[in-house]
C-alpha cells in the first residue's frame, strides 16, 4: 500500500475532520491516544480491519481492541453485563474492558471468538474522532507485531510514512502503562492485564 501520508499536528483544528474523512472511505489514521500512538481504522469495516494486520504484520487469528467515544456507543456495540456495567462507571480510563459483541456489529476479523475489546479513553481526540464517525475504531498500538509501543512522532513517520494516509502528530509522547484489561464476559471480573488503571477485585 503506497499513499502520500498526510502529517497534520494534534493542535490542527481540522485533525478531527480529517480524520473521519480518511476512516469512513476505508482508509487507515494513526493517532495519539492517552498512552501510546495508535492505528485508528472503521471497526464495522473488514477491508479497513485487514489493513492494519497488514500493516503491524500481525496474526489474523490476534484480536484487535477498539475505542468507543462513550458508554452509550458501547452499548449499541457489545452486550455489556452486570460485571461489565460496574467497571463502565470508571470511564473515561486507562481500562479495557472484553465483553461479548453484538453479532453483525463488528467487522467479522475484529475477533475470532466473538468477543470485543473495548475502552472509553481519556483521550478527547480519540472519542471526538469515535463519536464524529458514529463507530468504533481500532486502537491497537502503531508497532510491527511483537515489538514495543511507541511514543514518537518520529518513529511513528519512519514506519509508517507512505504506508497509510494520515498521521496525527502530538510529539513525543509521554510514557506510560498501557490499559489494564479486564474480562468481563462472565460474573466474576478477570484481570488479563495490569496496566494503568488500578482497582480492588
Known amino acids: 500500500?503506497?499513499?502520500?501520508?498526510?502529517?497534520?499536528?494534534?493542535?490542527?483544528?481540522?485533525?478531527?475532520?480529517?480524520?473521519?474523512?480518511?476512516?469512513?472511505?476505508?482508509?487507515?489514521v494513526i493517532l495519539p491516544t492517552e498512552s501510546s500512538y495508535g492505528i485508528a481504522v472503521d471497526a464495522t469495516n473488514a477491508v479497513a480491519v485487514a489493513k492494519v494486520y497488514l500493516l503491524k504484520k500481525r496474526s489474523g487469528g490476534k484480536s484487535m481492541p477498539v475505542i468507543v467515544s462513550s458508554v452509550a456507543m458501547a452499548k449499541k456495540f457489545f452486550n455489556l453485563n452486570k460485571t461489565a456495567l460496574k467497571f463502565c462507571k470508571f470511564f473515561p480510563a486507562p481500562l479495557t474492558l472484553v465483553v461479548k459483541q453484538k453479532r453483525g456489529k463488528l467487522a467479522r476479523n475484529i475477533s475470532s471468538d466473538g468477543t470485543a475489546a473495548f475502552r472509553v479513553p481519556k483521550s478527547k481526540f480519540c472519542r471526538d474522532v469515535s463519536q464524529r464517525l458514529g463507530r468504533p475504531i481500532t486502537s491497537t498500538s502503531a508497532n510491527i507485531s511483537g515489538k514495543q509501543p511507541v511514543f514518537s512522532a518520529v518513529q511513528v513517520k519512519r514506519l509508517f510514512g507512505g504506508k497509510v494516509e494520515l498521521i496525527v502528530d502530538a510529539g513525543n509522547l509521554k510514557k506510560r502503562k498501557p490499559s489494564t484489561i479486564v474480562s468481563c464476559t462472565g460474573e466474576k471480573p478477570v484481570v488479563l492485564r495490569k496496566g494503568e488503571f488500578i482497582f480492588n477485585a
Request: glycine content about 8%; cysteine-free.
Open 1 to 28: 500500500m503506497k499513499n502520500k501520508t498526510r502529517i497534520l499536528k494534534l493542535s490542527n483544528k481540522a485533525a478531527v475532520d480529517v480524520a473521519v474523512a480518511i476512516l469512513r472511505s476505508g482508509g487507515v
